[in-house]
């Protein structure tokens, strides 16, 4: 099955090389999990992230259906 995986910020760098921007389609395994796909793109495990699921809060055992988008990318902070 695809994913669409966006990562942002200092997250992009984990995404394959040829990927255009901060996008890539990704083929996985059926029923593959949030915390799979995290692993197989080599994130550093407990690395801070926010993550979402088709514009969604998603955990780490949440199940991927095809054509999902997860998006990831650092939480933010700051501001007054």
């Not at 692993?39 to 809060?57: A, C, F, H, S, Y």
């Amino acid at each position: 099955m695809r994913v669409e995986v966006q990562l942002f910020a200092t997250l992009a760098a984990f995404l394959p090389g040829a990927s255009p921007g901060a996008r890539a389609t990704l083929e996985v395994t059926d029923r593959s999990t949030v915390a799979q796909l995290v692993r197989l793109l080599q994130i550093p495990e407990g690395m801070p992230t926010v993550v979402l699921v088709n514009g969604r809060d998603a955990g780490p055992e949440q199940v991927l259906q095809d054509g999902d988008v997860l998006v990831m990318f650092p939480p933010l902070a700051g501001g007054h």
